[in-house]
């Protein structure tokens, strides 16, 4: 029995060990409160029930292969950028992980934050918090045409409370990306200036 309980140690010191890893990469750097933690955290949150939406309609009939591949790849991709809003509150967004050649334990610009997270920030925000707010309120498409027939917004009963219980919290990225990547300009600018006056 002994011989058991000693084969399974390995395999949770692992676990263990990742599981401390990802807490000391992803635990918020000094200065960071608790509110900007709570909109980093919700981010990922916010995006996720759009992504799984779009799942189904990947493996559903009428899709061809390279669309299903295209739909899979939108929803990982979605997820993957959202998630890069915790890197405003963590350790990896101010400095290069260990992993990163040629720049691991360097600091990162703030720039090189601020500009991509503010342009972000701004094109979610027109894209979906107005253009998906606007084009929904006047029945059409984000161009202004009218929508298909078969499109999820034209749904009634069941199929549009699912589609905008998923999509509705998208309307809300943008702006908290922009709150996220305020408080990151303002906590960099202050601790920049207490470096730059010891």
């Known amino acids: 029995m002994q011989s058991l309980q000693h084969a399974g140690e ?43 939406w779009r799942l189904p309609v990947a493996f559903g009939d009428g899709l061809g292969p390279g669309e299903r591949v295209y739909v899979v790849f939108l929803s990982v991709l979605s997820e993957a950028f959202a998630f890069t809003a915790i890197g405003l509150i963590a350790h990896w967004g101010e400095v290069f992980p260990r992993w990163v050649p040629f720049l691991r334990g360097r600091r990162v610009p703030r720039r090189a934050v601020v500009l991509p997270a503010g342009v972000g920030a701004t094109v979610l925000t027109l894209l979906f918090t107005l253009l998906f707010t606007a084009s929904e309120i006047r029945g059409t498409t984000i161009w202004g045409g009218d929508p298909s027939a078969d499109a999820p917004g034209q749904a009634s009963g069941w199929e549009a409370a699912w589609f905008y219980f998923c999509y509705v919290p998208l309307t809300l990225w943008g702006p908290l990306l922009a709150v996220l990547t305020v408080a990151y300009w303002k906590r960099r600018s202050t601790a920049g200036r207490a470096l730059a006056g010891t």
């Open 10 to 52: 390995p395999g949770t010191a692992r676990l263990e060990r990742f599981r401390e890893a990802w807490r000391a990469a992803h635990e918020p750097v000094a200065g960071v409160s608790r509110r900007v933690r709570l909109v980093a955290y919700a981010i990922p949150l916010i995006v996720l029930p759009s992504s799984v």
